[in-house]
């Protein structure tokens, strides 16, 4: 079972949405917005990151920069699902895993350079992981929504 995440303060929460609002702004104009100097702004981010609480990156849309196949694969698993999902959460193509209930007991989704790609790594990688059992794959045709903008709580 994971571990509940110590509860956030008000200033983390909105030094958060700040960086989800724009992840570029600065420390200086963060903390005019949370009432903080820009050193202990850096200082939180710093120690939010460290903590795994959150991760400053460039989201993408993988199809225009050159990667023509994104897909959901639905595993079925026979046995314990967790060396199962830590296999899929080590390929590079994995964005991410996440364990379901429902139809599937886990759900990854991939990203590939070609239909080939995509081939390959179902049927001579994801299919030979000791536990998966069935996988079915449903192909992204366009994105028309990506967003980590849903705050704090």
């Given at each position: 079972?994971?571990?509940?995440?110590?509860?956030?303060?008000?200033?983390?929460?909105?030094?958060?949405?700040?960086?989800?609002?724009?992840?570029?702004?600065?420390?200086?104009?963060?903390?005019?917005q949370v009432g903080l100097s820009e050193a202990a702004v850096r200082q939180r981010?710093?120690?939010?990151?460290?903590?795994?609480?959150?991760?400053?990156?460039?989201?993408?849309?993988?199809?225009?920069?050159?990667?023509?196949?994104?897909?959901?694969?639905?595993?079925?698993?026979?046995?314990?699902?967790?060396?199962?999902?830590?296999?899929?959460?080590?390929?590079?193509?994995?964005?991410?895993?996440?364990?379901?209930?429902?139809?599937?007991?886990?759900?990854?989704?991939?990203?590939?350079?070609?239909?080939?790609?995509?081939?390959?790594?179902?049927?001579?990688?994801?299919?030979?992981?000791?536990?998966?059992?069935?996988?079915?794959?449903?192909?992204?045709?366009?994105?028309?929504?990506?967003?980590?903008?849903?705050?704090?709580?």
């Amino acid at each position: 079972m994971t571990p509940s995440p110590a509860p956030l303060d008000d200033v983390a929460k909105a030094i958060i949405e700040q960086l989800q609002h724009d992840g570029r702004q600065s420390y200086a104009s963060i903390g005019k917005q949370v009432g903080l100097s820009e050193a202990a702004v850096r200082q939180r981010v710093q120690k939010l990151v460290d903590a795994g609480v959150m991760q400053i990156v460039a989201v993408t849309d993988p199809m225009q920069l050159g990667f023509a196949r994104q897909a959901m694969i639905g595993v079925n698993v026979t046995g314990a699902f967790e060396p199962v999902a830590d296999a899929l959460a080590a390929l590079d193509e994995v964005d991410y895993v996440v364990v379901t209930a429902g139809r599937y007991d886990l759900l990854a989704e991939i990203v590939c350079e070609s239909d080939d790609h995509l081939l390959d790594l179902i049927s001579t990688r994801i299919r030979a992981i000791p536990g998966v059992a069935a996988t079915e794959t449903f192909m992204y045709l366009g994105l028309r929504k990506q967003s980590y903008s849903w705050g704090v709580r």
